[in-house]
């Protein structure tokens, strides 16, 4: 949590103002960020210094996992945080690729389980992954990437977490996670939870011990609407210990997370945290 905290501070005191022309809004910013969690001995990087909404971070991982392309996919899962990008971005309401309501384009999941071969067939990146880990096989090359750039132009956002690059070390499993973008105050809430459950749950279907997972951020923000809330009062609490968490055991492969797993199968253990905020969110 100290790191969390450490770099919203860095933000505020070596920040640099950068107008963002998608969104129309000022963001304070510094480049290079570094995070690790330690799975190993799960502490989970859950923010305590306000009340943290873990459920819909692990409904994301969980779409993303499933190859999902449609907003209202997600809010079955438990998760509304793709609704704006999916239904209220202009530039996406009028492309021609949007299939109607809900619908998110070639994003995130649909690369990483169907990325588009030239000669018409398709990729799925992350059963290769499970694959060669399940086998002791790491290649040095089992990287999980969502970013495809003659696609970009049929979804309705570029991924900010793009690519997840698996390492195996005897029967460790590690994972690096490269992130392009971070909203710190909402999405870095999401994708910390996420770096550290995707190492846990692949470890867990892979028969593997989980190690660390190493989260590097490019550029990472705070939005000028965001900036006040952050400095007076989520920077003025005390952070409580981590929690820990549990998966239910029984999730034992891929098509397991593929079929029957709900949000029902985490759970958080000794979360202690401060009263919510609202922070406004940027479409
Ligand atoms: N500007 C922006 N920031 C993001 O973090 C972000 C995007 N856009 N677009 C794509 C996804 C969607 N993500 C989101 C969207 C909403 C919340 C959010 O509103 N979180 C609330 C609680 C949500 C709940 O109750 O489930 C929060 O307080 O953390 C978080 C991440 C992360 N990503
Ligand atoms: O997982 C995510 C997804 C998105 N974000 C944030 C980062 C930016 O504030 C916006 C995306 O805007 P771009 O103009 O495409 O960079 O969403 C995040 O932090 N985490």
């Known amino acids: 949590m ?119 067939g398709h990729v799925d990146q992350l059963a290769k992954i499970v694959e060669n880990l399940s086998n002791g096989i790491d290649d040095r090359g089992e990287i999980l990437s969502f970013y495809n750039p003659g696609e970009f132009h049929m979804g309705c956002l570029r991924p900010c977490m793009h690519t997840h690059n698996f390492s195996l070390l005897g029967d460790t499993l590690y994972l ?32 593997k011990k989980p190690g660390k997972a190493f989260h590097k951020i490019v550029n990472a923000h705070i939005y000028e609407d965001q900036l006040e809330m952050m400095r007076d009062v989520q920077l003025k609490r005390d952070p409580y210990p981590a929690p820990e968490l549990k998966i239910n055991p029984d999730i034992k492969s891929l098509k397991d997370l593929e079929t029957w797993v709900t949000m029902d199968d985490f759970e958080v253990v000794g979360y202690q945290h401060h009263d919510p905020i609202q922070y406004p969110f940027s479409v």
């Open 176 to 207: 690096t996670s490269f992130q392009r973008s971070c909203d710190v105050p909402l999405g870095l809430n999401f994708n910390q939870i996420q770096v550290f459950t995707f190492l846990a749950i692949m470890a867990q279907i892979t028969g």
């Open 2 to 120: 100290r790191q969390y905290l450490d770099l919203c501070q860095r933000i505020l005191d070596e920040g640099v103002w950068v107008d963002n022309k998608r969104t129309g809004k000022r963001c304070l910013t510094v480049i290079d960020a570094d995070l690790t969690y330690d799975v190993a001995a799960n502490h989970f990087p859950l923010i305590t210094t306000r009340k943290s909404f873990y459920k819909a971070a692990i409904a994301e991982l969980i779409g993303y996992i499933r190859g999902y392309d449609n907003a209202a996919d997600f809010r079955a899962l438990g998760t509304r945080t793709w609704d704006a990008n999916a239904n209220e971005n202009s530039a996406w309401l009028n492309n021609p690729h949007r299939k109607g309501e809900d619908d998110m384009g070639r994003v995130y999941g649909v690369q990483g389980r169907s990325w588009q071969k030239p000669d018409g």
